[in-house]
């Protein structure tokens, strides 16, 4: 199509386009001197004007021109991402003040670190790691005043006996989940507190539980005390209410025992139920297990409040995510990666990718990376820290077809 059109609209008023100064009257002059040069300045007057509103006419019409295409990341090369993200986490570990030495926070970024050598074959954390270790095991031993915080440092230590065989890592885990079981109560039915000092149920803590005990029932299966914990908070879990009809799970329950579903539908709720129940399913084999995880992903990859465009958001408050909401998506992914790996339903891989590509793209400032996946960069700190680190770990291609634990 050519770039001037045919016929114009309401003819070429004012020389088309061509603005003429007021005051000069050396035109009329000219047309009584020179009718005939009057008349070739005129015709290429028109024409050159013509020709300028026809294409400021097309330039209206034609279609936008599209943005620069831009490359997408391979998987291997956000897989590559992920240890400049964990070694940003160990950076921030180590700066005083940053986070809590013994936090949730804490727990999850050594459990990052773990999850790359898990996955890549790497032990280059392994002295951090011991460290931490020693430093806590004879003392604290990771237990305070939350029972979510105790099920993320049980989760963590898990992970380091999975990648290390250190009975020692084993044992503190055993530890830690035997005083996350004096939080169970027959209050509402049963389940654990939340904290020591707050009688709230809420969701992540059980699913921690649940996790945990079903984690410990597959390494030992002698001792028939874990899977017996494992049935029996899902038991509680499924007829708590907790999880609604959709299969998304609600913060926790009111005093009434009734589930809280004014509360934001947080991403690590859905995805610690997902993580728990496929710990079970690889214990017990039931495939009711399997669906109950696969209806939950499938109603946060469908969910407005959770998904927009197919990237995960978080349903923060007006107020904002606070400090530990960042965190909360990066949890999700990789929870959703072990529903992965136990189904090889590539919907959930195809999502991850997505997510990661966009994160990548979009979120990111060198090896910082913000809250919205889908940009724009805002500031980096450990939630969002972490939650970047455990989304580029999805992406992590196992050496020897190795299936990374928990």
């Avoid at 999850?108 to 074959?121: C, D, P, T, V, W």
């Avoid at 806590?136 to 230590?157: K, M, Q, V």
């Avoid at 728990?276 to 109950?292: D, F, K, N, W």
């Avoid at 060198?366 to 455990?390: E, K, M, N, T, V």
């Amino acid at each position: 199509m050519s770039g001037i059109p045919a016929a114009l609209p309401g003819g070429c008023r004012g020389a088309c386009g061509i603005r003429v100064r007021p005051g000069r009257q050396d035109g009329r002059r000219g047309i009584r001197r020179g009718p005939v040069i009057a008349l070739i300045l005129l015709v290429v007057i028109g024409v050159l004007g013509y020709r300028s509103l026809g294409l400021r006419v097309a330039r209206a019409v034609a279609p936008p021109s599209r943005a620069r295409a831009v490359a997408l990341p391979s998987r291997a090369q956000l897989g590559a991402g992920a240890p400049t993200a964990v070694n940003v986490l160990l950076a921030m570990y180590e700066t005083p003040h940053t986070v809590g030495v013994t936090s949730w926070r804490a727990a999850n970024m050594f459990r990052a670190m773990l999850l790359y050598m898990q996955a890549s074959g790497s032990r280059a954390y392994l002295p951090q790691v011991r460290a931490l270790y020693l430093a806590h095991h004879a003392t604290d031993g990771f237990i305070n005043h939350y029972y979510d915080d105790e099920g993320w440092w049980a989760l963590t230590w898990i992970t380091a006996y999975d990648l290390t065989g250190d009975g020692g890592y084993l044992q503190l885990a055993q530890r830690i989940f035997a005083n996350m079981t004096r939080g169970w109560t027959g209050v509402c039915g049963g389940g654990i507190y939340w904290a020591k000092w707050s009688p709230y149920k809420d969701a992540i803590s059980n699913e921690l539980f649940l996790q945990d005990a079903a984690l410990l029932a597959a390494l030992m299966p002698a001792d028939p005390a874990y899977r017996r914990w494992a049935h029996r908070e899902w038991h509680w879990l499924r007829h708590s209410r907790l999880i609604g009809p959709s299969g998304l799970v609600a913060d926790g329950l009111t005093s009434n025992c009734r589930p809280r579903r004014g509360s934001p539908l947080f991403t690590y709720n859905q995805g610690g139920l997902i993580a728990g129940l496929v710990a079970l399913h690889r214990v017990t084999h039931q495939a009711p297990l399997l669906s109950a995880a696969i209806k939950t992903a499938h109603a946060v990859l469908h969910s407005p409040a959770l998904t927009s465009r197919g990237l995960l958001h978080e349903p923060c408050p007006p107020a904002g995510c606070g400090l530990d909401a960042p965190a909360f998506k990066g949890l999700f992914a990789q929870d959703l990666r072990l529903l992965y790996q136990a189904t090889g339903d590539s919907a959930y891989q195809s999502f991850l990718v997505r997510n990661a590509r966009s994160m990548w793209l979009h979120d990111r400032r060198g090896a910082l990376f913000g809250l919205r996946w889908g940009g724009p960069f805002d500031h980096s700190d450990a939630s969002r820290q972490i939650s970047a680190a455990f989304l580029l770990l999805t992406q992590v291609t196992p050496i020897s077809g190795h299936v990374p634990g928990p």
